[in-house]
């Protein structure tokens, strides 16, 4: 993605953004100060060149495919599958053109995905050292714009959620009353 990205120009957003890195604030009309201070950032340490400033979505698009890849093993795939949805990520249209551009959803996919591996091993764990880092990355993910914390609705229902995953391929006793319903719906 860095060797093409210095072939066009910078875009509007992406101008808009340098400026807005230049004088830095808790916020702006419209947005969060989060893309604006990646933006100083990125072109603090790589320069300011179109290139160096689309260093940190490739970053991002990066740590989405790795994300991917540890959500495919929270949800019980194995090496395989694990390679095959990294592989999926990495070639979706939305990675592509995120990891050429520096926008507010450039750190979407990345914060959504971090939210949602979170919220699963919270889930299938019950393990209250996770709720530091939930609220942590949901905390960061709302500096970028407040839609994007969406996956936290999940994350009320851990309490009373099922101790181990729900779904399963086997025929087995439904650990949680909502499931049962689903499973009795089923087999009729």
Known sequence: MIALSGRYGFHRDELYFLLAGRYPAWGYVDQ????PLL????TAVFGASPTGLRV?????SACSVVLT???ARELGARRGGQVLAAACCACSGYVLAMGHLLSTSTFD???E?????LTLRLLRTRDSRWWPALGAVIGVTLLNKQ???N???AVPASPGGPSRPCFSWRRRPAPWPPCQYCRSRRSR
């Open 56 to 60: 940190v979505p490739a970053l991002f």
């Open 109 to 111: 996919l990345t914060a």
């Open 147 to 149: 839609p994007a914390a």
């Open 151 to 153: 996956p936290s609705s």
């Open 113 to 117: 995905l971090g939210v949602l591996l």
């Open 69 to 71: 890849a540890l959500l």
């Open 39 to 42: 933006s100083r950032a990125g």
């Open 32 to 35: 969060p100060p989060l893309t």
